[in-house]
């Protein structure tokens, strides 16, 4: 990322503290959003999203797996996220390394819950095939084509609507052994589609001054103080939370982002849930 | 088109094609008008380009002599002069000249002068001695003026400066001598493609209507920001700077909202037509501002598809009013 000047860094907080962003945003403005699905045909969904200059891939796989010995009746979904080269040249070789990192573990905590499974915004249960021999894993992965700040939110934009686009395909079981792997039949043409009502968005609200801003640019995020990132479903409960930057928030200011996310983002869900069906209209 | 994608309605992309479609078809000011010839063949790289053997041609930039056969080595248009054969590529990195007005970013403070980033293959330099000392007197650099360089540029700062030669391995020599050279503070950068910006008289644009300063710089930097009176440049001294900053910002002294929703419209309006490709001047440039006010779309919905077909249709429609007065 360019530096920038003193006198342009007056600009954006100067901009930000009187409503009108550089691009002419207001505050809680999200920049517009494309999505694209079906972008990776070998994959059993994917998803492309844009949202002003940021430009990031989802690509959802499932295979064939044993459940853990702790959870025999869920399925297992793991997340990775990887920032490639071509968004910015500090990504090159390893310098991506903690930002996907960071990036992986915001997104597993907002859409998996905990480490018990329980409060996942995808459901595991729905994944299972033969309780504790058979179940699917659902390799998620993110990449970061091209980086203009708010990278969380688009991520989570690009998995929700890549799980829309998600077809499992339906298993038969045939010989049920009592110990061993059964065997079991993967049908190539019937689909199974996935339900992401309950899957949520992630909205990050970037403190900067004495304001917070929905959708910041790198230009932007390169003044933040601090930035919360909160993840909501549909019906407005909080999944998950997390607070990035160095400066402290004094509890109220917390509560406060909160509640401003917690509306800025049932608008985000009107908007992806609209390009979802004219996705999926598209393709019929 | 590239970078803006907007999503687009029915009527509006059938729009939107007819107004491409009628751009092809016109001819645009550039040089193939002059020539005229009658069609501009366009080239890749590797293509044949025919000429007749017989003439002892030229062989310029971008092609080569291949079995006999020359091929171009570049992805442009090809251009004949009397016997000269060379081909002109439509996108390429900033190509700097003598007396070109640009605008940089100090990336790096060496030894009696400044590195500045301008979008070329090789940084810029800019000497010391090419840059008015804030006293405004005239007099030889001492060690202490060479120490005290971060007081005139730091690291980051933008500056508007212009070409004054080149070095021996092909870097830029810049001046900032004059009093409308200098640092630019109070309002926003932005980067397009060199190739849509052409070299005319004036690259400094100061906008009454909007009290906005324009400054196109050829390099592809574009600084919009709010009007500062020639001579309050340069000479302000860090220090100062940041502690009427820190003082601005407790008053709450910003760029008047007014001004700020100016600046605004007219980087949306820059924006917009480097995603069109369309060359850009400060008419094409305060015409797509004003547009946009007539038809009262928001500072934000600028870069949406209503103002996106609006002015693609106003080109085809000034190009074809072009077209027949030349004709």
Redesign the interface.
């Known amino acids: 990322m360019?530096?920038?000047?003193?006198?342009?860094k007056?600009?954006?907080?100067?901009?930000i503290?009187?409503d009108?962003?550089?691009?002419?945003?207001?505050r809680l403005?999200f920049r517009?959003i494309?999505v694209e699905t079906g972008v990776i045909p070998q994959a059993n969904g994917s998803a492309r999203v844009?949202l002003g200059?940021t430009d990031v891939i989802a690509s959802i796989k499932a295979e064939l797996g044993k459940p853990s010995i702790l959870r025999p009746d869920k399925g297992k979904v793991s997340i990775f996220v990887d920032c490639s080269p071509t968004a910015a040249p500090m990504f090159e070789g390893r310098g991506g390394e903690e930002l996907s990192n960071d990036l992986s573990v915001a997104l597993q905590r907002c859409l998996l819950g905990g480490t018990s499974g329980a409060g996942a915004g995808i459901d595991l249960s729905s994944l299972i095939i033969v309780d504790g021999k058979v179940c699917w894993d659902l390799y998620i992965d993110g990449l970061v084509i091209s980086s203009d700040g708010n990278l969380l939110d688009a991520l989570a934009a690009a998995i929700k609507v890549a799980l829309s686009n998600t077809g499992i395909p339906k298993v038969s079981v045939l010989g049920a052994s009592s110990d061993e792997q059964p065997d079991v039949d993967v049908s190539d043409e019937e689909f199974l589609q996935f339900d992401t009502s309950g899957v949520p968005v992630i909205v990050t609200l970037t403190k900067v001054?004495r304001h917070y801003i929905v959708d910041a640019t790198s230009e932007e995020e390169s003044q933040m103080s601090s930035a919360i990132s909160v993840s909501v479903n549909r019906r407005g409960q909080i999944c998950g939370l997390t607070k990035r930057g160095g400066a402290g928030l004094d509890p109220s200011v917390v509560l406060d982002m909160i509640s401003v996310a917690n509306s800025v983002s049932q608008q985000l869900i009107t908007v992806l849930d609209s390009e979802i069906a004219a996705a999926e209209a598209s393709e019929e | 088109m590239r970078?803006l994608?907007?999503?687009l309605n029915q009527t509006q992309r059938v729009r939107l094609q007819s107004a491409l479609r009628q751009l092809h078809s016109l001819p645009s000011s550039s040089s193939s008008l002059l020539y005229s010839v009658a069609v501009a063949v366009a080239v890749a790289v590797a293509d044949p380009i025919h000429v007749n053997h017989e003439d002892n041609i030229l062989k310029g930039h971008g092609t080569l002599d291949c079995d006999g056969e020359v091929v171009a080595t570049l992805c442009g248009v090809v251009e004949r002069v009397n016997k000269l054969v060379y081909v002109h590529a439509l996108q390429a990195r900033y190509k700097p000249e003598v007396g070109d007005i640009i605008v940089g970013?100090v990336i790096e403070i060496a030894p009696k002068r400044w590195r500045l980033?301008i979008n070329f293959s090789q940084v810029a330099v800019l000497m010391l001695s090419s840059m008015n000392l804030p006293d405004g007197i005239q007099r030889r650099r001492t060690a202490v003026d060479e120490l005290n360089m971060r007081s005139i540029f730091?690291?980051?700062?933008?500056i508007c400066a212009e070409v004054r030669g080149f070095q021996h391995d092909g870097s830029l020599h810049l001046q900032a001598r004059s009093q409308k050279y200098g640092?630019?503070?109070?309002?926003?950068?932005l980067t397009v493609p060199a190739y849509l910006v052409k070299r005319r008289k004036k690259h400094f644009h100061h906008l009454e209507q909007y009290g906005v300063d324009l400054i196109i710089g050829c390099n592809g930097f574009i600084w919009v920001?709010e009007h500062v009176e020639a001579g309050e440049n340069v000479g302000m001294l860090?220090e100062d700077?940041?502690k009427t900053?820190i003082a601005?910002?407790e008053s709450?002294s910003?760029?008047p909202?007014e001004t700020?929703?100016h600046i605004?419209?007219i980087?949306?309006a820059v924006?917009l037509l480097s995603a069109l490709g369309f060359t850009l001047t400060v008419e094409a440039i305060v015409d797509t501002a004003e547009a946009s006010l007539a038809s009262n779309i928001?500072?934000?919905?600028?870069?949406?598809a209503k103002l996106f077909v609006q002015t693609v249709e106003r080109e085809v429609q000034r190009r074809a009013s072009m077209v027949r007065k030349k004709g």
């Open positions: 360019v530096g920038l000047s003193e006198g342009e007056h600009f954006i907080r100067g901009g503290a009187q009108l962003r550089s691009d002419g945003r207001k403005q517009s494309s844009r200059a001054g | 970078d994608q907007p999503s970013r980033e730091e690291e980051n700062d933008v640092k630019l503070e109070r309002g926003q950068l920001g860090v700077q940041k900053s601005e910002e709450g910003f760029t909202l700020r929703k605004c419209r980087a949306n924006r928001e500072i934000n919905d600028m870069l949406g």
